[in-house]
């Protein structure tokens, strides 16, 4: 199992930047596909980004493609998740997920009850 945990949520305005990171114990993620996730109160947890970890390929969701970058740090073992342009819309609390054996194709559309590796959330808000 790996254990997750994140930190860097915070309050921004919106046009402002913040970074998301996810550092890993537990294993390397060497054939693992990470992502991160958001929810909103009274709305199930939805896909972001994803990052495979042995090809560094990576996929968004629409709403966030050309404002966030998802990479990773091998020497590190850190996930990161750099939030440009920020909306209101973007508040969110923000979770790190970790799946092995996998793609960040597959992460983006695998079911929830399928990720069994959290991170603990971030809280992210952005203010108009």
């Known amino acids: 199992q790996v254990q997750l945990v994140e930190s860097g949520g915070g309050l921004v305005q919106a046009g402002g930047s913040l970074r998301l990171s996810c550092a890993a114990s537990?294993?390397?993620?060497?054939?693992?596909?990470t992502g991160w996730f958001r929810q909103t109160p009274g709305k199930e947890r939805e896909f972001v980004a994803a990052i495979t970890w042995n090809t560094g390929r990576t996929d968004y969701t629409d709403s966030v493609k050309g404002r966030f970058t998802i990479s990773g740090d091998n020497a590190r073992n850190t996930q990161y998740l750099q939030m440009n342009s920020l909306r209101p819309e973007d508040t969110a609390v923000y979770y790190c997920a970790a799946v092995g054996w996998t793609t960040a194709r597959a992460l983006a559309f695998m079911p929830l009850s399928n990720i069994y590796d959290w991170g603990q959330g971030t809280q992210v808000t952005v203010s108009s």
């Open positions: 537990g294993r390397t993620f060497f054939n693992y596909a």
